[in-house]
C-alpha cells in the first residue's frame, strides 16, 4: 500500500486523538529517519513504533509523548523537571537512539518497503479494535518483502486465567476478595482509568499541574482500547496480508541480532513486561 493509502485507510478508521502532528510532520518525521539510517546501511533498520520512554540505539523510535518532546528538546527537561517529576526526567535521560515524534494515527512516517524490522510493545491495545486492521496494513507496507513484525502484548489469556484461579482460590477472608481486586484491576483499571498513571490519587497544586501537563489518560493513548490473545491477533494480522505467524517467547526472534537492541530486558537482565503476549509474522516477499 502506498503511504497516501495507508495513511487515507488510518484516518478514515483511527479513532486516536491527533497530539502532536503538524501537518506534513509525516513527511519531517520521514526525512529525519532516513537522515540517520542511510540507504545502503549494512545494519538492520528496525523501527520501534509506541517506544515510550523504552528505546534503543538500534532502533528508530517513535511516538508521540511528552517523552518524545523532550527527548528530541533536552534542553527543555530542567524546567519541566519540577513538573513531571525527577523519576520521568530520569527515564527521558536514559532513553537511546532517534527518537521521532508522530502521532501514528496519522499513519507510519516511513516510505513503503523501509523496515527490516518492525516492533512495538504494548502499543496495539491503545488502538481503537476498528483501527487495528488498518494500523496492521501500515506495517506492512513500511516492512521489506520478508521482514518481521514483532508484537509484544498483555495477554488476555494469561489474564483471563489470573483470574479464574482468583476466583477458585476464594476462601472468603477479606484478603483473598483484596487479591482478587488485584486481579480485577489487572484487566480493567488501564480500560477506565482518566488520570496519567502515577498522579491520579495524589491532590495538591504539584500533581494538579502535572495533570495539566500530562493531560487526560485518554488523550495521551494510556487507555486500553482492545485486549489481545494468540486467537484474535492471528485474525487481524492474517487480515492485514502477514504470513508465519508464531507466538514467540519473551527471549526469542527470528528478528537478527534482536536481543542487541535491548528492548526486552529489564534492569537486572530479566523479561521487562512480565506475563506478555510475543507474536511475530512476516510480510510475503
Ligand atoms: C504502554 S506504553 C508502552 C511504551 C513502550 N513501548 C514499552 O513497552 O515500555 C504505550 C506507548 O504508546 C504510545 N502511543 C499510544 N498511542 C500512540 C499514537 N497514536 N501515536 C504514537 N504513540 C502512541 C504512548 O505514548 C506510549 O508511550
Redesign the pocket.
Given at each position: 500500500m502506498s503511504n497516501e493509502s495507508g495513511q487515507a485507510s488510518l484516518r478514515k478508521t483511527?479513532a486516536?486523538?491527533p497530539?502532536d502532528a503538524a501537518p506534513g510532520s509525516h513527511l519531517a518525521a520521514s526525512t529525519q529517519a532516513l537522515d540517520r539510517v542511510p540507504a545502503g546501511s549494512a545494519t538492520a533498520v528496525i523501527v520501534?513504533?509506541?517506544?515510550?520512554?523504552?528505546t534503543s540505539e538500534r532502533c528508530i523510535n517513535?511516538?508521540?509523548?511528552m517523552?518524545?518532546l523532550l527527548r528530541r528538546n533536552s534542553w527543555l527537561l530542567p524546567l519541566a523537571t519540577p513538573v513531571i517529576g525527577r523519576e520521568r526526567a530520569d527515564r527521558v535521560r536514559a532513553m537511546r537512539g532517534p527518537v521521532i515524534r508522530?502521532?501514528?494515527?496519522r499513519g507510519i512516517p516511513f516510505a513503503d518497503r523501509y523496515a527490516d524490522a518492525v516492533y512495538?510493545?504494548?502499543?496495539m491495545e491503545?488502538?481503537p479494535r476498528q483501527a487495528v486492521v488498518g494500523f496492521q496494513k501500515e506495517v506492512l507496507r513500511v516492512l521489506k518483502p520478508g521482514g518481521v513484525q514483532r508484537i509484544?502484548l498483555p495477554d488476555l489469556e494469561h489474564l483471563v486465567r489470573d483470574y479464574e484461579r482468583s476466583l477458585a482460590a476464594d476462601d472468603l477472608t477479606d484478603t483473598a476478595a483484596q487479591r482478587h481486586d488485584v486481579s480485577v484491576a489487572a484487566m480493567f483499571e488501564q480500560c477506565v482509568r482518566q488520570e496519567p498513571a502515577g498522579v491520579g490519587r495524589r491532590t495538591g497544586f504539584g500533581p494538579r499541574l502535572q495533570k495539566l501537563v500530562l493531560g487526560d489518560a485518554r488523550a495521551?493513548?494510556?487507555i486500553h482500547r482492545w485486549m489481545w490473545d494468540r486467537v484474535n491477533i492471528r485474525t487481524v494480522l492474517r487480515e492485514a496480508g502477514f504470513t508465519d505467524i508464531t507466538v514467540r517467547s519473551w527471549n526469542d526472534s527470528a528478528i537478527e541480532s534482536w536481543a542487541a537492541t535491548g528492548?526486552e530486558v529489564d534492569g537486572s537482565g530479566g523479561e521487562?513486561?512480565p506475563n506478555s503476549l510475543y507474536v511475530e509474522c512476516r510480510r510475503p516477499v
Open positions: 483511527a486516536l486523538p497530539v520501534n513504533l509506541g517506544c515510550g520512554t523504552k517513535v511516538d508521540f509523548s517523552y518524545a508522530h502521532n501514528l494515527a512495538h510493545s504494548h502499543v491503545h488502538i509484544c495521551r493513548g494510556e528492548l521487562y513486561k
